[in-house]
T-cell receptor
Framework: NAGVMQNPRHLVRRRGQEARLRCSPM?????VYWYRQLPEEGLKFMVY????????ESGMPKERFSAEFPKEGPSILRIQQVVRGDSAAYFC??????????FGPGTRLTVL | GDSVTQMEGPVTLSEEAFLTINCTYT??????LFWYVQYPGEGLQLLLK?????DKGSNKGFEATYRKETTSFHLEKGSVQVSDSAVYFC????????????FGKGTKLSVKP
């Protein structure tokens, strides 16, 4: 059973461009969570999704950030018009509906 | 509000030394508690967990006991190895049995040979 997959592992964008981060949950997991980790800090919750539904987006910035988890395909975290402050590691986790979350390797976004 | 507080690092130990990383939480009720480990350049790996009071989670020589009296979940290992060098994160479940996790800031451990 493959683990949580994220791609790309590293993403470089210039200010104003769009960033798309992908997450494929573990097989059988229908719950996906996105977290952001700033340098030297812990992870901060962003959004929690189930198939085709956003359950909790209380940690998402109000502008420029969006997330989806379609019926088919990976979950996508989309950041429009990136700024330097968006540079961080973005981690996806999945769970089968229980409380244990399994994390992917992360996408490290660098905004130039 | 709900939070997780970890002892600040970095922690530097010699090989075979005893390790304790303190973690306390605030919560209404009894959330599940976790320790995750992050090796350099990698994602988080679940190290151990406890789902109710007095439970002891254990894995790879690490242990942590869910103490509701002191709202703590301290991580311990009797004899650390160089390969244990990593950042350790304490976390609690936010709401009931599922939902987002609330993380501590992490404690960096360096083990010297």
């Amino acid at each position: 059973n493959a683990g949580v997959m994220q791609n790309p592992r590293h993403l470089v964008r210039r200010r104003g461009q769009e960033a798309r981060l992908r997450c494929s949950p573990m097989k059988g997991h229908s719950h996906v969570y996105w977290y952001r980790q700033l340098p030297e800090e812990g992870l901060k919750f962003m959004v929690y999704l189930q198939k085709e539904n956003i359950i909790d987006e209380s940690g998402m910035p109000k502008e420029r950030f969006s997330a989806e988890f379609p019926k088919e395909g990976p979950s996508i975290l989309r950041i429009q018009q990136v700024v330097r402050g968006d540079s961080a590691a973005y981690f996806c986790a999945s769970s089968p509906g229980e409380d244990t979350q399994y994390f992917g390797p992360g996408t490290r976004l660098t905004v130039l | 509000g709900d939070s997780v507080t970890q002892m600040e690092g970095p922690v530097t130990l010699s090989e075979e030394a005893f390790l304790t990383i303190n973690c306390t939480y605030t919560a209404t009720g009894y959330p599940s508690l976790f320790w995750y480990v992050q090796y350099p350049g990698e994602g988080l790996q679940l190290l151990l967990k406890a789902t109710k009071a007095d439970d002891k989670g254990s894995n790879k020589g690490f242990e942590a006991t869910y103490r509701k009296e002191t709202t703590s979940f301290h991580l311990e290992k009797g004899s650390v190895q160089v390969s244990d060098s990593a950042v350790y994160f304490c976390a609690r479940a936010y709401g009931g049995s599922q939902g987002n996790l609330i993380f501590g800031k992490g404690t960096k451990l360096s083990v010297k040979p």
